[in-house]
Nanobody, 124 residues
Framework: QVQLVESGGGLVQPGGSLRLSCAAS???????????IGWFRQAPGQEREFVAS????????YYADSVKGRFRISRDNAQNTVSLQMNSLKPEDTAVYYC??????????????WGQGTQVTVSS
């Protein structure tokens, strides 16, 4: 399975923006373009939840209601990366964010592999 690495997390004030990236690491495994990609997040004491996903071609995208209109998922298959642009961030967006590969892009996607996660903290 492809190994994933997330980056771009950090501390931001409410109303601010962050851009997360998910990249394939190492030379083994198929390129990211072979998979649908999902972003998930997990806040302390809570279950991991779906945030957004994108199909292999980038044509089909899904968003959780809680982030719709604020977050935007995109991919660059030539660069082998998937990004999550997060705008108008709220304290309740604070969580560890993970990217995952899947065969389908739907919110109920079964993940094939996960990254190690990147912390996003929204606080004044």
């Amino acid at each position: 399975q492809v190994q994933l690495v997330e980056s771009g997390g950090g501390l931001v004030q409410p109303g601010g923006s962050l851009r997360l990236s998910c990249a394939a690491s190492g030379a083994s495994g198929l390129p990211l373009s072979s998979y649908a990609i999902g972003w998930f997040r997990q806040a302390p004491g809570q279950e991991r939840e779906f945030v957004a996903s994108i199909s292999r071609t980038g044509v089909t995208k899904y968003y959780a209601d809680s982030v719709k209109g604020r977050f935007r998922i995109s991919r660059d298959n030539a660069q082998n990366t998937v990004s999550l642009q997060m705008n108008s961030l709220k304290p309740e967006d604070t969580a560890v964010y993970y990217c995952a590969t899947s065969n389908v892009a739907t919110p109920s996607m079964a993940a094939l592999s996960w990254g190690q996660g990147t912390q996003v903290t929204v606080s004044s």
